[in-house]
């Protein structure tokens, strides 16, 4: 079975941390790297819950995409929150590794993960990285359906294919306009909108969008190309990664002979647990 540092090194190979953004902080939170592997989980946030699971699931290995520490922290008692997170995985000998946006702009990254849960096939990145000279790697993806949805369907499929939470799959603009061509990006993207219009492409789906940056995108579109937007809960558009890393890590593990048990938490971690819709009944 393999130690703790050549896990790690397989998954920085797979998501370099120098590739993510300089806010970010990705890699290894804790951990022994002489410390041996058998278990896996992968989830999204680094919260309770899933330290929880990874202690009852005997996991020595805890991978999220979220980071725990993101803007830094001078302490890690257990008297606050992600404190407790830290000393139940210490506790249990178990390792938390966070690849966050360098799992973004991977090749394959979340939103190619994002777009196999919609059965789209993926073209190109959306926001290309310049230091990739074959032009797989990047921000988000552009998108083509397997054949043309209405704009109301498209967000039907979503809402079908995408985890079920509260907030469940919002749209802005027509309705019944025709959607060929689709921006995917997982998490948070109304700060992609000017690439999302030079792309030229039918609708955008993603996460977080904000009431000021949709509105002007919906606007600045009409009447000439008007733009459709998806907005999904963050969570939902980022766990299909868990699934397609799982994966990953698996083929590595058959690779190296390693016999790794690789999990996915199916803990739904989304913040939002209820949706009211508003108004008066009709």
Not at 258 to 269: A, I, P
Request: glycine content about 6%.
């Amino acid at each position: 079975m393999p130690r703790l540092s050549e896990v790690i090194a397989a998954l920085d190979a797979l998501w370099p941390p120098e590739r993510a953004e300089q806010w970010d902080a990705v890699g290894t939170v804790c951990g022994d790297p002489d410390a041996e592997v058998t278990r896996v989980l992968f989830a999204v946030d680094p919260v309770q819950e899933i330290a929880d699971e990874a202690v009852e699931l005997g996991a020595e290995l805890l991978v999220t995409h979220h980071p725990l520490y993101l803007r830094g922290t001078t302490t890690v008692a257990a008297s606050h929150f992600k404190g407790r997170v830290v000393h139940t995985l210490i506790k249990r000998d178990i390792a938390l590794h966070v690849a966050h946006t360098n799992a973004d702009t991977a090749d394959p990254g979340v939103s190619d993960a994002l777009a196999g849960a919609l059965d789209l096939r993926v073209v190109r990145p959306l926001l290309p990285d310049p230091s990739d000279p074959a032009g797989r790697r990047g921000l988000g993806r552009i998108c083509e359906l397997d054949h043309p949805l209405t704009l109301r369907e498209f967000a039907a499929r979503a809402a079908e294919r995408l985890p079920a939470v509260a907030q469940g799959v919002r749209t802005a603009g027509d309705p019944e306009a025709t959607v060929r061509t689709v921006a995917v990006s997982g998490g948070s993207g109304d700060s992609l909108f000017d690439v999302v219009r030079a792309a030229g492409v039918d609708a955008f789906l993603t996460a977080d969008l904000r009431h000021h940056p949709a509105s002007e995108a919906v606007q600045h579109s009409l009447p000439d190309s008007p733009l459709g937007l998806v907005d999904a809960a963050h969570w939902a558009t980022e766990q299909p990664w868990c699934e397609q890393a799982a994966a990953q890590l698996d083929e590595i593990s058959d690779r190296h002979g390693w016999d790794l048990r690789v999990h996915v938490s199916k803990t739904v971690t989304d913040p939002w647990s209820t949706h009211h819709p508003s108004g008066a009944p009709n």
